[in-house]
């Protein structure tokens, strides 16, 4: 069993910036996809990013391509989300999840583990 821990969230200034972080402890990420959703007050749970552990294959949401950019570091076992230009519709709790498959995945129904969540708020 996975667990995984975000961090990094907090209140910025439009067209600000922040790094979000993902600590996987547990098992191996081998093979597994690792996402970043969002869930804003209201809305339902949004796809932001993917990265293959394996291969480093990134995948991105229309929203946020050219603006955030998730990568990571299989020595710390850590998945990173770093935002950049962020706007008010950028507020969200943000959640990092996994699945034990790679590949290109972004339901999330078809993620197997989730994080607890991190708050970003984004002020105009």
């Known amino acids: 069993q996975v667990q995984l821990v975000e961090s990094g969230g907090g209140l910025v200034q439009t067209g600000g910036s922040l790094t979000l972080s993902c600590v996987a402890s547990g098992r191996t990420l081998t093979g597994h996809s690792l996402g970043w959703f969002r869930q804003a007050p209201g809305e339902e749970r949004e796809f932001v990013a993917l990265?293959?552990?394996?291969?480093?294959?990134?995948y991105y949401a229309d929203s946020v391509k050219g603006r955030f950019t998730i990568s990571r570091d299989n020595t710390k076992n850590t998945v990173y989300l770093q935002m950049n230009s962020l706007s008010p519709e950028d507020t969200a709790v943000y959640y990092c999840?996994?699945?034990?498959?790679?590949?290109?995945?972004?339901?999330?129904?078809?993620?197997?583990?989730w994080g607890q969540g991190t708050q970003v708020t984004v002020s105009s």
């Open positions: 990265i293959t552990w394996s291969g480093g294959s990134t």
């Open positions: 999840a996994g699945r034990r498959t790679a590949g290109i995945f972004t339901m999330a129904r078809d993620y197997d583990y």
